[in-house]
């Protein structure tokens, strides 16, 4: 008998289809989702890093404010120390610098982790963000609850009650530094619609700072007008306003810690509450709602 010749294997035989079918098919779907974890990865890098230069250049920006103050004594600013207090803010200003250097150093730290994405680096960035955003949490929370005294303390009380006393409106024409004051009081007093230097309707350094105690009315030879034009409301009674007639309250009346009748502490042509009060008001508002911002941003960012 002869033997049967065998049959060469048919590489393209149906045989052979099914097993290339059944690993073709995942392998193709393995290296999509490589593909597309690849992308995906790319661009959870991308955004990092560019979360990382945000908050690079928020700290460059805590430096530059800082530095701003620091040296607004040294410039022309210095002549508005009679109302600002430098001196405080000279201490708000090194804290946004330290705050500002470290967040620069560990913004770097965080950017060459991501770029090369070493373990280290990034342990270290997460170390650091962690400190500083405790800081700001610390700080924000210091700012709600102080807020007060922050910002009483950014004026000088005592200096600014003197130079409208010395020096509001008096020998404008041989003292530049007087017309400079007279100026800023002015301004001030227009801003931010209050009168004199502090306290409420019924002390004598607010609206009745002018009548009582300034050179410019005391040593003037006029008994109107009382307070400046600057105290009076907008589109309101002039004359009113400044004491020439028909008001029974401020300022031709007062200032009375003891009135019992209230309508002899209303002028509704006249601001009555003192600049640094309105000043402090402000500035409380500002500090109360950045420290609100920084709390939340930490909070759930």
């Known amino acids: 008998m002869e033997a049967k010749e065998k049959e060469p294997l ?28 690849g992308k995906s990865y790319r661009k959870s890098r991308v955004a990092f890093a560019l979360y990382i230069i945000l908050t690079l250049v928020i700290g460059v920006v805590f430096v530059i404010a800082g530095i701003v103050v620091l040296v607004a ?8 120390e009679f109302v600002v207090n430098f001196s405080f803010l000279r201490i708000i200003a090194i804290i946004f610098i330290v705050l ?17 994405f070493g373990k280290i680096t990034l342990n270290a960035y997460a170390i650091g963000i962690a400190f500083v955003s405790f800081v700001l949490l610390v700080g924000g929370a210091i ?52 009168c004199g230097a502090y ?18 009315y005391t040593k003037g030879e006029f ?27 401020p300022p031709i009346y007062g200032p009375s810690k003891d009135c019992e009748d209230p309508h002899r502490l209303i002028n509704d042509d006249l601001h009555t509450i003192g600049c640094v009060d309105a000043l402090t008001s402000s500035t ?18």
Not at 73 to 80: D, F, I, P, V
Not at 100 to 116: A, F, Q
Not at 199 to 216: P, Q
């Open 143 to 194: 700012l709600i609850i102080m807020r007060g005294k922050v910002a009483s303390g950014s004026f000088n009380q005592s200096t600014f009650k003197n130079a409208i006393i010395t020096q509001y409106k008096f020998d404008l024409d041989v003292n530049p530094e007087n017309e400079f004051v007279t100026n800023v009081v002015d301004s001030i007093q227009e801003n931010y619609q209050c």
């Open 100 to 116: 500002g250097v470290l967040k620069i150093i560990v913004s770097i730290v965080g950017l060459i982790g991501t770029i090369k």
């Open 199 to 216: 306290g409420n309707v019924s002390s004598e350094f607010s609206w009745a700072i002018y009548k009582l105690y300034s050179v410019w």
């Open 73 to 80: 004594h040294h410039l022309s600013l210095r002549r508005l």
């Open 284 to 301: 409380e508002f500002y500090v109360l709602i950045s420290g609100l911002r920084r709390w939340f941003y930490r909070s759930f960012y």
């Open 223 to 249: 008994k109107f007008p009382m307070v400046p034009e600057t105290c009076c409301v907008r589109g309101g009674n002039m004359e009113n306003c400044q004491g020439k007639h028909g008001s029974d309250g």
């Open 10 to 37: 048919d590489f393209q035989s149906e045989d052979t289809l099914p097993l290339r079918g059944r690993h073709s098919e995942p392998y193709d779907e393995e290296e999509k989702n490589r593909k597309y974890e």
